[in-house]
């Protein structure tokens, strides 16, 4: 039987999945090839990688709605705060180590002046996913963040409409929102009728194909990706109303079977066109191996997983740093090793030598940047009430229960 008092602990298996998803969209953007000589089902998994950031959509409304809905009040302003306090610092960072890549890129591709005013503007405003040509610019990975900004601005009404509702109603809009990330990807298939090839083959660039526009809107545009999102905040309260009942030895043995069903699936080969993997074919699985970790706390009871734990800890910025820091390795390479590397890292040994060193800067930043620069905002997220009582907004229901 589960308790309020280890709840807690049962999040250290969503902290570990963190860190997966982040490795499977950093082997996504340059391992496939490494990953494909060293073993073909591998290869086939990093091909998939791109459908990880659904999985963090699923887990941002998740632990959203697990840490604010328990609370007695949080103002709109202090959980805005709270939110910029934990992505921007790093995503400023991420932007000033791409700055020197985007002016080369500015000064030798040919992107259009409208594009790079567009995206030089944008993106530090964290607006460079509403304009899709834009979105990739000046470290493409930070698109995400820009739908995530979005996702904060929306939560607190989201919360509200479903906080009291039942679990029949949950359930239904679930399936709902599912069916909704589905439909712009299939509207989509049907309008522009191309090959399940052109379409599905980790080998195909599939950002060719002339529907490029409409492509990148279907990708990046937050209110497309919202559904994965909403399933995160309907889970996290359904696992709320059944944490108090649920079995956590069922609930291991359903996570380790949906690990192994995901891993399977995503080994698949042509599984699916890039649309419908992109944007909800996966959010099924996704929602099931949230739940089912949450709810295990499989991490909590092994301790030979902290590693897991450490690398979902500093996923965020192994994610938002994967690129500036591919291509400082790969100018390295180039200077001092005279290894020339343009896409992806050519063997298995330099692909390890990249995670390595993006895994040891992110851990750097995560203790010594992040943190503390976290910690600096969220210190001056206090309200002073009449009398000079100083309120604190960012209560937590876990670490602060009375």
């Known amino acids: 039987m589960t308790s309020t008092d280890n709840r807690g602990a049962k999040l250290d298996s969503l902290t570990a999945i963190r860190g997966f998803a982040a490795l499977l969209v950093v082997c996504y953007h340059v ?22 950031v659904g999985l963090f959509y699923v887990l941002s409304g998740f632990v959203l709605a697990y840490n604010y809905a328990p609370r007695k009040a949080t103002s709109y302003q202090g959980f ?3 939110r910029f ?21 500015l000064r030798h591709d040919d992107i259009g002046v409208s594009t790079a005013i567009t995206a030089a503007v944008s993106t530090p405003l964290l607006l460079q996913a509403w304009f899709p040509k834009a979105a990739l610019e000046w470290n493409g990975p930070g698109w995400s963040l820009s739908v995530e900004a979005v996702f904060y601005l929306l939560f607190p009404f989201i919360l509200q409409s479903l906080l009291y509702a039942s679990k029949k109603r949950l ?4 399936w709902l929102m599912w069916l909704a990330s589905l439909i712009p990807s299939i509207v989509y298939l049907l309008t522009f009728h191309q090959t399940f090839a052109q379409l599905s083959s980790p080998s195909t660039d599939i950002w060719a194909v002339p529907q490029l526009g409409i492509l990148g809107v279907l990708n990046f545009n937050p209110i497309v990706r919202l559904p ?3 399933c995160g905040v309907i889970l996290g309260l359904l696992f709320l109303q059944n944490s108090a009942t649920a079995s956590q030895s069922k609930a291991r043995w359903l996570a380790g079977g949906t690990i192994c069903l995901t891993i399977g699936i995503m080994a698949v080969p042509n599984l699916a066109p890039y649309p419908l993997l992109h944007n909800g074919g996966f959010l099924p699985l996704w929602c099931l191996l949230v739940y089912t970790l949450a709810s295990s706390g499989l991490v909590a009871r092994s301790r030979g997983f902290s590693l897991l734990v450490v690398l979902g800890e500093i996923s965020y910025g192994m994610y938002i740093l994967q690129q500036p820091i591919s291509n400082y390795v790969k100018l390295a ?14 063997n298995i040994g330099l692909l390890l030598v990249y995670i390595s060193v993006l895994v040891l800067v992110s851990y750097v930043s995560y203790y010594w940047f992040e943190t503390p620069a976290r910690a600096w905002i969220r210190a001056r997220d206090r309200r002073v009430e009449p009398g000079g009582e100083t309120v604190k907004l960012n209560y937590n229901p876990v670490t602060d229960r009375p």
């Open 171 to 174: 359930y239904v809009t679930l």
């Open 85 to 105: 306090a934990r992505i921007y610092p790093v995503f400023a960072l991420a932007l000033l180590l791409a700055l020197p890549k985007f002016f080369v890129h």
């Open 333 to 346: 390479l180039l200077k001092i090793a005279h290894i020339p590397v343009k896409g992806d890292y050519g």
């Open 31 to 52: 391992g496939i090839t490494p990953l494909s000589h060293l073993w073909t089902p591998v290869g086939q998994v990093a091909a998939k990688g791109f459908s990880a």
């Open 228 to 230: 994965e999102f909403v």
């Open 80 to 82: 805005l705060r709270a």
